[in-house]
């Protein structure tokens, strides 16, 4: 079982819909977790950061964690064609890296219809 | 405030040779990381330095090193290049080494 799951898509969604990205992770030692967007031929931009359980909102982006259930999400809406990319979740269990840096998982590919 | 510098962005190297890879962190920055994303195994944890000094390590082969400057520039290493070594290789940069990572365009590498 890899350490962070991350279903890879494509999700295509038409504009304007409440988009859900999701990971799973096996490591309770994992307390900061973020979400980065990666355009094609781009490096990964943080979106989100969070520490432990709860939520966590920035304009049209909210970031959930619950920790019980070892599952974060990101939540996109008003989507916009421009929203298009790979999204990527990633974990630590020391904030910004630690033994093993940030664990990252494959990246959801979405698709935002005009 | 620039972003996180890396150079070159292309590089097309033969098996066998070695390659240097360039990082320049945000202003202000003293901790940088390396990571390796291939199509297969998505990002992968290289190495990361703060204050000059290796902190951490990933599971990759003693060819990968790195090091970094009293500046918090940094640059890696890949020594007798593999085909298996290619791949975009990113940089990331955090205020500490406990903080948010933000990343450069990275370098795209290609083994023939």
């Known amino acids: ?114 | 405030k620039a972003g996180v510098t890396q150079t070159p962005r292309y590089l097309i190297k033969t098996r066998g040779q070695q390659v240097t890879l360039s990082c320049s962190p945000i202003s202000g920055h003293r901790s940088v990381s390396w990571y390796q994303q291939t199509p297969g195994q998505g990002l992968q944890f290289l190495f990361e330095y703060f204050s000059e000094t290796q902190r951490n390590k990933g599971n990759f082969p003693g060819r990968f090193s790195g090091r970094q400057f009293s500046n918090s520039r940094s640059e890696m290493n890949v020594s007798t290049l593999e085909l298996g070594d290619s791949a975009l290789y990113l940089c990331a940069s955090s205020l500490a080494i406990r903080t948010e990572a933000f990343f450069g365009q990275g370098t795209r590498l290609t083994v023939v």
């Open chain 1, 1 to 114: 079982q890899k350490e962070v799951e991350q279903d890879p898509g494509p999700l295509s969604v038409p504009e304007g819909a409440i988009v859900s990205l999701n990971c799973t992770y096996s490591n309770s030692a994992f307390q900061y977790f973020m979400w980065y967007r990666q355009y094609s031929r781009k490096g990964p931009e943080l979106l989100m950061y969070t520490y432990s359980s709860g939520n966590k909102e920035d304009g049209r982006f909210t970031a959930q964690v619950d920790k019980s259930s070892k599952y974060i999400s990101l939540f996109i809406r008003d989507s916009q064609p421009s929203d298009s990319a790979t999204y990527l979740c990633a974990m630590s269990g020391l904030a910004g890296g630690g033994a093993d840096g940030l664990t990252f998982g494959k990246g959801t590919h979405l698709i935002i219809q005009p």
